[in-house]
């Protein structure tokens, strides 16, 4: 644990000067082995990107993935710096001045390219100070000027190597360089070496006991000269408090391990071959994979479906990864996460939380813009959705209230109206719920419309048994076959089916009764008859007697008329008697002593009668008789 057993610290001060954007940039990460220091300063003028802070982290990334001071893989780092620049440059073209430090808290290496200076400090004097890629330092390396003209000449800000040079990337690369306890490494960008000279450094280095203090008073001197303009500036110190102790090689060993090492290459230098063709045909299945990955991708992503593009995305960054394509990766791994904010925004909607999801819209749309298969109005359109989208979720809530509540008919207004919003908004997931809510509803009403039937056909039918008990027949039928047509509109077939039996039962008990009653008027008929045939022998009793015989063998009831209509042409003119007569008649069908008072008007009437019979009698008695007897 080289970090453990060493002592490092660091601090910086890094400020916009006069601009308002500080396009300075530092960073740096200490791992248990070695520890990376980045400093950068953006060139260009991009209002969105910047360049300093995009080659800092690509840098950092790289070294977090694999930690090294090799110039082959720094040299690299860099190049994929160079690379990130290039692709991003698409309103103008970015640029920054890079330097990176490396040490394994025993020795240290750096890459500068640009203007961004290491100056590296012993024992309270310069041990050196890196090299600029600026026309000044070409001028100063030729004998031209003096090196210490280099931060002031008017050429110093004349770039000849910088990040996102559009000829490549040319860097300086410092040969390992062994560090003592005591060690101070500062780094500047020009804001802070161009207006604090190196004998101000070394002033300050002197009173500073720490970075912290040392970097303080630094942007003290800069600040205290109060020019007109100060530029972005930043100054990184990172002071050696004590290195790790490294023991000491042991050659022969060291020698030994080599042959080793070169006798086991050859031994194996054939499979490494095989395993190397290996490697190249996965390498290529690989990129095949990455290429049709990433064109579905984008496919998805312009079709708007955000989520099969996020699946696609990650398939082609894994791709990438496998192949070591550190552009690539980066690419698609920036297009998924706008994928992922877009996926993100659809959730909080399905979740009616709209604040969340229009801060979800709004990122994606701000980075949509730098990938082509991302269309910005489409996520400007979902952002001016989401009001509308609240106001049918507002709605939907207050008819889920009224749900609740029991008050079905106001909450199927309410879905309804929302449902009708999220078809014309597009508001697809509410649709889906609130058509689930409507049928939901509707089947509760429906419901209720059912039982109110069933209560209504219910007393129909209680109705229908109390009249059966009070003899009442034909308002039973007529209860039952209510009830059973109310049980047949809701589908109740087994009630349908019991009505039917109870309709039936008093049927029969009605024609039953109608029989019996019948019967009765028969009999009462018969009696009317017999007390004509022992009156007083009259000619009217004789006439309706004569009429009752021949009707007595077909039907009681048409004797009674009979025998109305022998009283009524018998009375002639007596039209109270002719009605009595009659009433008397027909109520004697019910009971005797109805009979007994139809005996008695005939008998009351009996003179009338006995006149007119026998003035009948002596003139049209037969025609009268025969007209009787014929029911006339």
Avoid at 126 to 134: E, G, I, V
Avoid at 261 to 272: E, K, M, N, S
Avoid at 539 to 565: F, I, L, R
Avoid at 593 to 610: H, P, R
Wanted: charged share 30%; with cysteine.
């Amino acid at each position: 644990m080289r970090k453990d057993n060493s002592d490092f610290s660091t601090a910086f001060v890094s400020e916009a000067g006069s601009y308002i954007d500080n396009r300075d940039y530092f960073a740096f990460m200490e791992t248990d082995d070695m520890a990376c220091y980045v400093l950068a300063d953006g060139l260009d003028s991009d209002q969105e990107l910047r360049s300093a802070e995009m080659v800092v982290k690509t840098v950092l990334e790289n070294f977090m993935e694999k930690p090294s001071m090799s110039k082959r893989r720094l040299m690299r780092d860099l190049r994929e710096a160079q690379d990130w620049l290039q692709f991003e440059s698409r309103r103008v073209r970015l640029k920054a001045s890079l330097l990176i430090v490396v040490t394994n808290y025993n020795k240290m290496v750096y890459v500068s390219c640009g203007n961004v200076r290491l100056y590296h400090f012993r024992n309270g004097r310069l041990n050196f100070r890196s090299k600029d890629h600026s026309l000044a330092q070409s001028l100063a390396d030729d004998g031209r000027i003096p090196d210490e003209a280099t931060s002031t000449h008017e050429e110093r800000g004349n770039l000849l190597e910088y990040l996102g040079n559009p000829n490549g990337v040319h860097a300086h690369y410092a040969k390992k360089t062994q560090l003592a306890d005591g060690d101070v490494m500062l780094l500047a960008t020009s804001g802070m070496w161009e207006d604090v000279e190196l004998a101000e450094m070394l002033g300050a280095l002197e009173e500073a006991k720490d970075p912290v203090v040392l970097t303080d008073t630094l942007e003290e001197v800069l600040l205290s000269k109060q020019r007109r303009a100060v530029n972005n500036y930043t100054a990184a110190a990172i002071y050696v408090n004590k290195i790790f102790q490294e023991k000491p090689k042991n050659r022969r060993k060291l020698i030994k391990r080599i042959l080793i090492a070169l006798l086991a290459f050859v031994i194996v230098g054939g499979g490494a071959w095989i395993t190397l063709a290996r490697m190249a045909a996965n390498k290529a299945a690989a990129l095949e994979t990455m290429v049709e990955s990433a064109q579905a991708a984008d496919d998805y992503a312009r079709a708007g479906d955000y989520a099969k593009a996020l699946k696609s995305y990650s398939e082609a960054k894994n791709a990438a990864v496998k192949i070591n394509d550190k552009i690539h990766k980066r690419l698609y791994t920036a297009e998924q996460k706008v994928s992922q904010l877009m996926v993100d925004g659809d959730g909080y909607v399905e979740k009616a939380d709209f604040a969340k999801a229009e801060a979800s819209y709004d990122k994606a749309r701000k980075s949509a813009g730098l990938y082509p298969p991302f269309n910005v109005k489409d996520i400007e359109k979902k952002i001016d959705q989401l009001d509308s989208y609240a106001e049918t979720a507002s709605w939907m809530k207050d008819g889920d209230l009224k749900f609740q509540g029991g008050d079905y008919a106001s909450a199927l207004k309410l879905y309804t109206k929302a449902n009708k919003a999220a078809m014309e908004s597009g508001y697809t997931s509410a649709q889906k719920e609130l058509e689930k809510k409507i049928t939901e509803t509707n089947d509760k009403m429906t419901a209720i419309q059912q039982q109110l039937k069933e209560i209504q056909a219910g007393k129909l039918q209680a109705r229908g048994d109390r009249l059966m008990k009070d003899l009442d027949y034909e308002g039973a039928i007529d209860a039952y076959s209510g009830a059973q047509e109310i049980y047949q509109e809701i589908g109740k077939l087994e009630s349908v089916l019991a009505l039917e039996r109870s309709i039936a039962k008093a049927e029969e008990k009605q024609s039953a009764d109608q029989q019996k009653n019948g019967q009765l008027a028969d009999g009462a008929s018969l009696s009317d008859g017999a007390l004509n045939d022992t009156g007083t022998g009259d000619v009217a009793d004789e006439a309706a007697a004569s009429a009752a015989a021949p009707a007595a063998t077909t039907s009681q009831t048409k004797a009674a008329t009979a025998t109305g209509n022998a009283a009524t042409t018998s009375s002639g003119g007596t039209a109270d008697a002719k009605k009595e007569a009659s009433s008397a008649t027909k109520n004697g069908s019910t009971s005797d002593g109805n009979a007994s008072s139809t005996k008695a008007v005939v008998n009351k009437e009996k003179g009338t009668a006995d006149s007119t019979s026998k003035e009948a009698g002596t003139s049209d008695s037969g025609s009268k008789d025969q007209a009787a007897a014929n029911g006339n």
